[in-house]
């Protein structure tokens, strides 16, 4: 499979297939970053510190543990929620009381995705609450189903159906 | 195994979401590789996912993959990688700089061009009044000349040979006197440059007795170029006589620097 043979490039410290991962994703993890940081230049910086690390660490993905994009992901979001605990982040005053990724797409100044986000923007405005919910607590911020099942007082057991529900939804309005 | 009911359970979405244990993640893995259903299920899981991150991105990451390459000190030596970069680079700047070149070099002609233009027009210019000097000088001498050939034209005009003296014999000149404006043309071209300290005098005649009046001295003779002398004769002249004299003239003639005398004779 071609994601295989990429990752596998890469991780030879292959500079192509570097790039090419990084066009595949640089765009999720800035979104994903952005998120969490809400500020511009920080996001940039996490952005810059993310890649990097996945080069130096490029050898620790193993296919068996997971998709590639959820090993990056992950990476993201630690560096990204690393960043708003430093004493730096905190004493910058950031307002992270924000809403849910939602806002981010009705503010978007992403001007090449700028169609796609306002598009994205109004379905997922349509997405019940608690899909909004359980999306940002699970692919963007990392909490785990127990967490998720705790912040919004869904029994664990139904977490997955529920997350399973609100994907679907999801694919329905972005994907074709 | 219901391939369906697996799908349905919602593990794959956890599975993209990082939530699994490395033993779920395993099995995932594996069923992927079995299922090309279930693979698709991820794919699209995962799709949405990066679909709806990426429309959360602030700005666009292009311009960050360079940095990070910096960073990583990567990219430099990747001969393949650069030379794409560099060959859009290089061609842009190297046609900017070879415009701007270009268009300098050309600037740089038209300015020389243009002062060496400039530099034939003053040529031109100032031979145009030396040639418009040529022409006033030939205008002036022709006027001099026609005058002249009017004059002796006349009809009124008494041509007065005057001819060589003792030891002159070898001068010679002529006086043309007009008598209705009392003036002489005198043609002393037969007569030598006076030498230093000397000057030509003009003398008017009467034979009985013999009294010579001083029409003047030449004072310019030398630097003359046609020897023609105009000199105002009011006297009744019977004849013409030219001496050399010491500078500023004499009261009377001395006769032995008498060198050429015509007598006139009447119509």
Redesign the interface.
């Known amino acids: 499979m071609e994601l295989d043979l990429l990752v596998s490039n890469f991780q030879k410290?292959d500079?192509?297939a570097?790039?090419k991962l990084?066009?595949?994703?640089?765009?999720?993890?800035?979104?994903?970053i952005?998120?969490i940081v809400r500020d511009?230049e920080i996001?940039?910086e996490v952005?810059?510190d993310v890649?990097?690390k996945a080069?130096h660490k490029a050898d620790t993905y193993n296919?068996?543990?997971?998709?590639f994009?959820?090993?990056i992901?992950?990476i993201a979001r630690n560096a990204a929620i690393d960043k708003t605990r430093s004493k730096a982040f905190k004493n910058s005053g950031k307002n992270l009381n924000a809403e849910f990724?939602v806002d981010?797409?009705e503010t978007?100044?992403?001007?090449?995705?700028k169609m796609?986000?306002i598009g994205?923007?109004t379905y997922?405005k349509a997405l019940g609450e608690k899909c909004k919910a359980i999306?940002e607590y699970?692919?963007?911020k990392?909490f785990?189903?127990k967490e998720t099942s705790e912040e919004l007082d869904i029994p664990l057991g139904t977490i997955?159906?529920?997350?399973?529900n609100c994907?679907k939804d999801?694919?329905a309005m972005?994907?074709e | 195994m219901d391939i369906k009911a697996y799908i349905e359970s919602g593990v794959l979405e956890l599975f993209v979401a990082g939530q699994l244990t490395d033993q779920e993640n395993k099995e995932i893995q594996e069923l992927m590789l079995k299922h090309p259903e279930i693979l698709q299920e991820v794919l699209e899981i995962e799709s949405a996912i990066i679909k709806l991150s990426s429309a959360m991105s602030p700005g666009d990451t292009k311009h960050l993959l360079q940095l990070i390459k910096d960073k990583l000190q990567i990219g430099g030596k990747d001969v393949k990688v650069v030379s794409i970069e560099k060959a859009r680079y290089n061609w842009l700047t190297y046609t900017g700089w070879a415009a701007a070149l270009i268009v300098g070099a050309g600037l740089l002609w038209t300015m020389n061009q243009n002062q060496q233009l400039e530099v034939k027009v003053s040529d031109a210019e100032i031979e145009k009044a030396y040639l418009e000097v040529q022409i006033e000088d030939a205008k002036t001498d022709l006027a001099v000349k026609e005058n002249l050939l009017n004059v002796l034209r006349d009809r009124n005009i008494i041509s007065v040979p005057l001819g060589g003296q003792g030891d002159f014999a070898n001068s010679y000149a002529k006086v043309y006197w007009n008598k209705s404006d009392n003036s002489i043309y005198l043609d002393a071209q037969g007569l030598p440059d006076a030498p230093e300290g000397k000057v030509w005098q003009v003398w008017s005649l009467t034979l009985n007795p013999l009294t010579p009046t001083s029409l003047g001295t030449i004072d310019n003779f030398n630097s003359d170029d046609n020897k023609i002398f105009n000199i105002a004769n009011a006297n009744e002249s019977q004849a013409f006589g030219i001496t050399l004299e010491p500078a500023g003239g004499s009261q009377t003639p001395t006769m032995d620097q008498l060198h050429t005398l015509g007598v006139v004779s009447q119509p």
């Open positions: 410290k500079e192509k570097f790039e990084y066009n595949m994703y640089s765009n999720s993890m800035h979104g994903v952005y998120n511009h996001a940039e952005m810059q890649f990097i080069w296919s068996s543990k997971g998709r994009f959820t090993w992901l992950n990724f981010i797409l978007s100044e992403n001007l090449n995705d796609d986000a994205i923007g997922v999306i699970l692919y963007f990392g785990t189903q997955k159906t529920r997350n399973r994907i999801l694919r972005v994907l």
